[in-house]
């Protein structure tokens, strides 16, 4: 078995994202929820003001799960998000977060 990592996957969203996330929003959250209930999704949120992105920490033992995650995202089926990039994150220290 793998030793897991931390993966920073970041969002960068069209000028419009805010008036058009709402109509793929539940189906966002749907799945965040379930990828937070596997133990995958650790962190996410937007950058804001002004909207710039979006920011999610997943835990694994490849990329694959936050690259799966963008995959089936509706914000980037739908041509919300422009362009996402996943990066391991090699966290040193943090409240609540063990290092790995």
Excluded at 20 to 33: D, P, T
Excluded at 62 to 85: I, M, T
Aim: aromatic share 10%; hydrophobic share 40%.
């Amino acid at each position: 078995m793998e030793k897991e990592m931390y993966y920073l996957l970041t969002y960068d969203v069209e000028p419009d994202y805010l008036a058009k996330r709402e109509a793929y929003r539940e189906e966002h959250l749907k799945l965040a929820q379930a990828a937070c209930s596997r133990g995958e999704l650790c962190l996410g949120g937007a950058l804001t003001t002004p909207t710039l992105g979006a920011a999610l920490v997943f835990k694994g033992e490849s990329a694959r799960v936050a690259e799966e995650f963008a995959k089936n995202d509706p914000y980037v089926r739908h041509g919300l998000v422009k362009h996402w990039q996943v990066n391991e994150w090699t966290i040193v220290i943090g409240a609540g977060i063990n290092p790995i």
